[in-house]
């Protein structure tokens, strides 16, 4: 069994749409987040979770909503893609805030044409 | 911003252990050192973590110095499914929010 599992796998779109990836995790953790990987391969977080509330927003633009119905799902919309955005996005989850392992999923690839 | 330094790259013969070191000068007392890494096109993978103590895991051994300013994750039979971006990264226990920093990472190329 997947223990994070991220859909779509790849995502080609145009400059302007919106688009929105989705992340669930079957461990039972309370707590997932959001990160991108750019194509320099610089890993940051953007946004983490617990118990379905906001705890970290890395001075991410308001193109990019989270938005976590319950605490195994964490998805992340994005409104008028720019051609920046392009990059590998990451969800991940861990238990408690304080938790010391954070279970990454397989990446989300997104390109902006 | 990372508070770690990493070689770039690494070396490493199939069958011979890996050490990879990691300096981190500024550590303060009650930030623990992780170590994770990340093979090619996927998501990255937790090793490891300590404080003061070495630790050892079915995984890889970590060696922390006395002072703590400086610490080698130990692949102790290195395969070719080794072959990754190695991340040492230092954080509080208690950091509101969980947040990883993640630096350049090594490049570590396991060779037959």
């Known amino acids: 069994d997947t223990a994070v599992s991220q859909t779509p796998k790849y995502l080609v779109t145009q400059m302007g749409n919106d688009k929105s990836i989705k992340c669930e995790q079957n461990?039972?953790?309370?707590?997932m987040y959001w990160y991108k990987q750019d194509s320099k391969k610089f890993l940051k977080i953007m946004f983490s979770y617990n118990n379905k509330e906001l705890i970290i927003n890395e001075t991410v633009p308001n193109r990019f909503s989270p938005k976590s119905p319950d605490k195994a799902h964490l998805n992340l919309h994005i409104n008028s893609l720019e051609l920046g955005d392009s990059a590998v996005y990451f969800c991940?989850?861990?238990?408690?805030?304080?938790?010391?392992?954070?279970?990454f999923g397989p990446g989300t690839r997104l390109t902006v044409t | 911003d990372a508070k770690t330094t990493q070689p770039p790259s690494m070396d490493c013969a199939e069958g011979r252990a890996a050490n990879l070191p990691c300096n981190h000068s500024t550590i303060s007392g009650n930030e623990y050192v992780y170590w994770y890494r990340q093979i090619h096109s996927q998501g990255p993978q937790y090793i490891i973590h300590g404080l003061k103590n070495n630790e050892t895991n079915e995984m890889a051994s970590l060696i922390i110095t006395e002072d703590r300013k400086s610490s080698t994750l130990i692949l102790p039979h290195a395969t070719l499914r080794d072959t990754a971006v190695y991340y040492c990264i230092v954080r509080p226990p208690m950091e509101y929010g969980n947040k990883l920093v993640f630096g350049a990472g090594t490049i570590l190329r396991v060779k037959s």
């Open positions: 461990l039972g953790h309370d707590t």
């Open positions: 991940a989850s861990s238990q408690g805030l304080a938790g010391n392992e954070q279970y």
